[in-house]
């Protein structure tokens, strides 16, 4: 967190740019990483790279995502709450309200156009990587309550929060 390139809208890639060699390297790069620091997902800029990229991939999913250029519609407005983490901003959780499903329409490696839509936590956790492709952090989304602790130190989270969220956003 400071860093100007994770406040700034990533560059939209070109489809002769997704399908380059170079592309082919960071992607493997930023799964590297990815499994480096068990996330479950990452977008380009966390790398320093402000282009439209992000790899998802959560543990019920049989297949990791590559996403380029994302473009997300809310199919459903009912808001859920996790506590979210980020590679970016270390030792720190916060719990944030997003909606409870959504599409994302998306380049795939091929650069050819593709969908997915998802609901629950998988939701939360494509919202969580892909606001980075839009200069937003979670912690932009907290909605602080009176009396609620909505941001925490890893550690006091671990001891007084963990309980009550099963899933974990990285």
Known sequence: MG?????????????????SPEMKNLIRDMFETLEDYEGIGLAAPQIFESIALAIIHYPTDEAPKVIFNPKITVLDETKQGYWEGCL????????????????????????????????????TVFQHELDHLFGVLFIDRIVNRPGETLLSFTEEYVRYHLKEDSEEVD
Do not use: C, H, M, N
Not at 3 to 19: D, G, M, N, T
Not at 89 to 113: Q, T
């Open 88 to 123: 970016s901003i270390p030792e720190l959780r916060g719990f944030v309200e997003r909606p409870r499903k959504v599409k994302i329409d998306y380049l795939d490696l091929s650069a050819k156009p593709a969908s997915i839509t998802a609901e629950g936590f998988p939701a």
């Open 3 to 19: 860093a100007p390139v994770l406040r700034q809208k990533a560059r939209e890639l070109s489809p002769a740019e997704i399908k």
